[in-house]
C-alpha cells in the first residue's frame, strides 16, 4: 500500500498537536498525520495517528495464501518477538570497518557513491535517517556467495543500471540472472579476538614480545617454537595486523607493508596463507626495509582489512576510488521467500551506501521516492502508524458496488490486537462493519483483548463465516519472556481460547515457533498440547522455527549469550538455510501428532478448513503466519 493511498486529501487532515520524536513521516500530501507522540504508557514507542484513504488490501497474486484481501488497521508492532527482528546486514563504514544496519544512526558516516565526470566513485557520506519496515521479502544471490535480502522495490547498481529487486516489476526494470552486482566485493568476518589472536599481533608489535609479556602464554604459535609448529589462522591473522598497525599504510589505490629481513618470511607466509597476492617494492636492495603491495585492488584491501580488523584507522580511506563495473560477482538467483520480514533502511546524503559489498539504493529516501509504502518510516518494534479512521474506511468501501463481499483476514501482516488496540479501539469499529455487511472474515492474533469483542463476534458469526486462530508455541514462562517479551502470557491466550471456545468458535492453534533444544523436548511438546487440548482448541498445527536471512544472525547472537551449548546444534540444523531438515520437521510433526492423539486433539490436515465451514475457523493458520 503506497503513501498516495494511504494519505488523506489536506482538508481531511488535523494540525499536528504535539511534535514528533522522531524525523517527520515521508507523507505523499500534507495533513494526513493527525499526531505523533510518545506516550509513557508504552514506554519506548512513537504513534503516528493518520487518516488513510484505503483500508481494505489485495494480497499480492505471488504470496501462498489462500485469502485474497487484508485489513490491517496498525503498521508496526509492540509484540516485538525476537524472531521477528532483522537488520544484520553489514554496511561500509567511513572508517572501512562494518556496521549492521539496524545498528546505524543519524549523523554516522559511511560510504556512498557519487558521480563525478563520467565515472561513479566512493564518497563519504553521513546517515541522515533509520527506519524499519515490513514487506515481502526477496533473496538475492550472487556466485561469489553473497546472499542479499531486501523488498521488491528495493534497488541494486548492475553493471546494467539500477535494478529492482522484484522479477514482477511491472515497467520498472527487474534484477535478472547473470547481471553483475558492482560494489567493492563481499565483506569478510574478521578474527574473534582470541589468545592466538594477541600473541602474533604482539610478535609483530615486538619480537620476543610474547616472552616479554607475563600474561600471554609461550606455546607452537610462536614461530620460534621449531619447526613442526604450525600457526593457528588465528596467530597469522594477528601477525599481520599487528605488521599493519607497525609499518603498514593503506592509500586510495595501495596497500603496503614494511617489514625487516627478518619478519619478512613469516609475514609473506601469512599473506600467502590467505590468499593475498603482492609485490616486493624494494628490489631487494641491501639496507633498504622490505616493502610489499598488496594486489587485487579495492576488494583485496577490504578484505586484509575486514580479516586482520588492525586497530589504527587512519590511511584506510577509499574516497575517490572508481566503483568499477568489470570483475563483479554475476546474479545467480533472485527467488521470494514467500513472506514478510522487517527491514531495515537508511537515507543518505549520496541516496545510497555499501551493503554487503554491494552499492544498495535508498529504496525510501525521503526526499526522492514517491512509492513509499504505509510501513516506510516506521520501526517496527518502536514506531507503530495507526489508522485513526480505519473503522468508517471499512465501511465505505464494503458499501462500495465493486466490493463483491470475499473473505478477509486480519492478523495475516501485524497482530491486529496489540497491545496499542487497547488504546485506539478500532477492531470493534472494523468487526461492526463486518457484521453489518455480513462479510466473511478471520482473526489470526497472540493477544488477548479479542475477548473484549467477544459480543461483536457472535453477532458476526450469526450472520457470516467468522474464524480466529491463535499463536502458542511453548508453555514455559520464562522461555516466553526470553523470546516473546511483548505478548500476552501462553497462559493467558489459552484462557482466551478457552472463552472463544465456550463461545462457540471452533478455535485452531498454530503451535510456533517450536525451538530446537529449548521447548522440542517430548515434556515441552506434551506440556503444550495438554494445555492446547484443554483450552478447547480444535486443532493443533505444528511449525519449527525458522531462521531467515536478518532474524538468523540476530537469534545467534541471543542464543550464544543465553544458552551458548545449543550453538553447535543449530549450526548442524541450520547449516543450509533458513528452515530446519525435514527429517527434523516430519520428525516434530510425528511427535506433536501422536501427543495431540493421546490428549485427544486430532490435528487438521493441510487443507482441511480452506473453505470455512458455518461458523468455522481462518485459512491455514500455518499460511497465515508465513506473512508475520
Known sequence: MRWDNLSAPPDE???DRAAPATPPLPLALPGAVTRTFDTPGFAGMTFHEVRAKSIINRVPGAARVPFEWTINPYRGCSHACVYCVAGDTPILMADGRTRPISELEPGDRIYGTQRRGGHRRYVVTTVLATWSTVKPAYRVTLEDGTTLVGSGDHRFLSDQGWRYVSPDAGRRRPLRCGERLIGTGRFHEGHKGSADYRRGYLRAMAPGGERADPSVATDASDDRAGPSAVPSDDWLLGLLAGVFDAAGTCSSDALRITVDDDGLRRVTTALDHFGF???????????RPRQLRLTGGLRERLRFLHLTEPTRRRGRLIEGVPVPRTAAPRVTAVEPLGLELPMWDITTGTGDFIADGVVSHNCFARNTHTYLDLDAGADFDRQVIVKVNAGELVRRELAAPRWRGAHIAMGTNVDCYQRAEG?????????????????PFSILTKGTLILRDLPLLRQAAGVTR?????????????????VEPGTPSPRRRLGAVRALTDAGFPVGVLMAPILPGLSDSDESIDATVSAIAAAGAVSVTPMALHLRPGAREWYARWLGREFPHLVPRYRELYRSGAYAPQSYQRELTARVRIAARRHGLHRAERGDNRRLPEPGPPPPATEQLSLL
Open 466 to 482: 467468522v474464524g480466529v486462530s491463535y499463536s502458542v508455541g511453548f508453555v514455559d514462562e520464562r522461555l516466553w519472556r526470553a
Open 423 to 439: 488504546r485506539y479501539q478500532l477492531m470493534p469499529q472494523i468487526i461492526a462493519a463486518l457484521r453489518d455487511f455480513a462479510n
Open 277 to 287: 597476492t603482492f609485490v616486493r617494492e624494494d628490489h631487494n636492495l641491501p639496507g
Open 13 to 15: 487532515g488535523v494540525p
